[in-house]
């Protein structure tokens, strides 16, 4: 068949071609327009239920009843018998939505302690730190620490907890008080008094780490010393004292004459405290680094510590870890 045949038959059923694709186009319209209404048609519509205080399972089901799926969250609750059971829900009951929308549910999962720990042998603030940090702020406290404690002389070291009620294993059902004894420290103990005269600063503030005595520091300038330097001590070396009794302490220290470094004796009165805490002074020279002059046990009341460092540095106090003050060291 030729190329002249084909063209006189496509002449000759022109019509019927055309007849044809035009229903051919007018079926693919028809159906793609037929899709694209039924895409827009919305979903069901539906209800939310209240699903509060109802056990997970029975939540889940009585949601997908109604063709709704669940996101879900975990909380601690206050109350160890909400535990399993929905606390919170979004959105909230009588809600209209689409069916197949996600409903948000936050379920409890218990309490953060179902039972007293047993706190015995260990530090009162350790424990009253730890048990802050257990119950955040966006929770309520379900052991609270009775305050003031009960303190009895003990040979454990001071803050030690001797006793405890209620006692280790007790069940929580809501808000509980505890309350403790706590170690005083030995009742009579006895301090030798070390020799301090011609020691350094720096032994000076190892000294202070390591003797249970509470050091009164003054200073006298003179052109005669080279360097801080310990020239007298009230209580000469040998003399017994009671722990935590106090001892004047005289330093010498050069005259400034534009030196680099700045003399002078830090000193706050603190809070009296039951027993002897961690109190450290840490100095942040002008360039930022940041270095720690001494730590030592103090019982509260007037608490110096002599220093010498550069002009514009920072003196930082802190007391059980937490910053108390910070001084800039001038003139």
Not at 104 to 129: D, H, L, P, R
Not at 244 to 263: C, E, F, M, Q
């Amino acid at each position: 068949m030729g190329l002249k045949n084909f063209s006189d038959r496509i002449s000759d059923n022109w019509v019927t071609i055309l007849v044809t694709s035009l229903i051919m186009f007018f079926v693919v319209a028809a159906t793609a327009i037929i899709v694209f209404f039924v895409a827009l048609q919305p979903a069901d519509q539906v209800m939310v239920p209240n699903i509060v205080g109802k056990d997970l399972n029975s939540a889940v089901i009585e949601l997908q009843a109604k063709e709704l799926n669940t996101r879900l969250q975990l909380r601690y609750s206050d109350d160890p018998n909400d535990e399993g059971l929905v606390l919170e829900q979004k959105p909230g009951p009588g809600a209209i939505v689409k069916a197949g929308r996600k409903v948000e549910i936050i379920v409890s999962n218990g309490t953060v302690m179902n039972s007293i720990a047993n706190y015995i042998g260990k530090n009162v603030e350790e424990v009253k730190q730890d048990l802050s940090i257990l119950f955040t702020s966006g929770s309520k406290h379900l052991v609270v620490v009775q305050e003031p404690h009960m303190y009895r002389f003990n040979n454990a070291p001071p803050g030690t907890i001797l006793e405890q009620n209620p006692p280790p294993e007790t069940e929580l059902h809501g808000k509980t008080t505890i309350s403790f004894v706590v170690s005083k420290g030995p009742k009579r103990e006895v301090i030798a008094i070390p020799e301090l005269k011609g020691m350094a600063l720096n032994k000076v503030y190892a000294t202070m780490a390591n003797t249970k005595l509470i050091f009164n520091f003054s200073l006298e300038e003179s052109a005669e010393y080279e360097k801080a330097t310990v020239v007298s001590q009230s209580e000469p070396e040998g003399t017994s004292l009671q722990a935590y009794s106090k001892v004047a302490v005289k330093i010498g220290v050069p005259k400034r004459n534009n030196k680099k470094l700045i003399y002078g004796v830090y000193s706050i009165d603190l809070p009296v405290y039951p027993y002897p805490l961690d109190i450290s002074l840490d100095m942040v020279s002008p360039n930022g680094d940041r270095s720690q002059l001494v730590i030592c046990k103090h019982p509260g009341g007037r608490f110096s510590v002599p220093y010498g460092v550069e002009k514009g540095s920072i003196l930082v106090l802190t007391v059980l870890g937490k910053e108390v003050e910070t001084t800039e060291v001038g003139e």
